[in-house]
């Protein structure tokens, strides 16, 4: 069991950038792919970025390719998303989430709301 806590979350202006972070603790979660989901409030959780274990290759979504990088300090056992010129449509609830097999994450923390004023 891999348990994940995020954090960095709050309120900002179009524009502006928050950086997220994700712990992880227990079983190591060192190997695996590792990423970040949103959900919307009345929208389905969605994928945002994934990174893998080396950090050698990663994965964005189009709505954020080129304002969001991922990226990961394995001695630290964290994963890090930093988020620039942000939208008012970024504003959700972001997930971390680890070992990507099969399509899907394995692990999930439970999340830190981000809300991008106009």
């Known amino acids: 069991q891999v348990q994940l806590v995020e954090s960095g979350g709050g309120l900002v202006q179009a524009g502006g950038s928050l950086k997220l972070s994700c712990s992880a603790s227990?079983?190591?979660?060192?190997?695996?792919?590792m990423g970040w989901s949103r959900q919307a409030p009345g929208k389905e959780r969605e994928f945002v970025a994934r990174i893998s274990f080396s950090g050698a290759n990663t994965f964005y979504a189009n709505s954020v390719k080129g304002r969001f990088t991922i990226s990961r300090d394995n001695a630290k056992n964290t994963v890090y998303l930093q988020m620039n010129s942000l939208k008012p449509e970024d504003t959700a609830v972001y997930y971390c989430?680890?070992?990507?097999?099969?399509?899907?994450?394995?692990?999930w923390g439970q999340g830190t709301q981000v809300t991008v004023s106009s």
């Open positions: 989430a680890a070992r990507f097999t099969d399509g899907k994450f394995t692990y």
């Open positions: 227990g079983r190591t979660a060192n190997g695996y792919t």
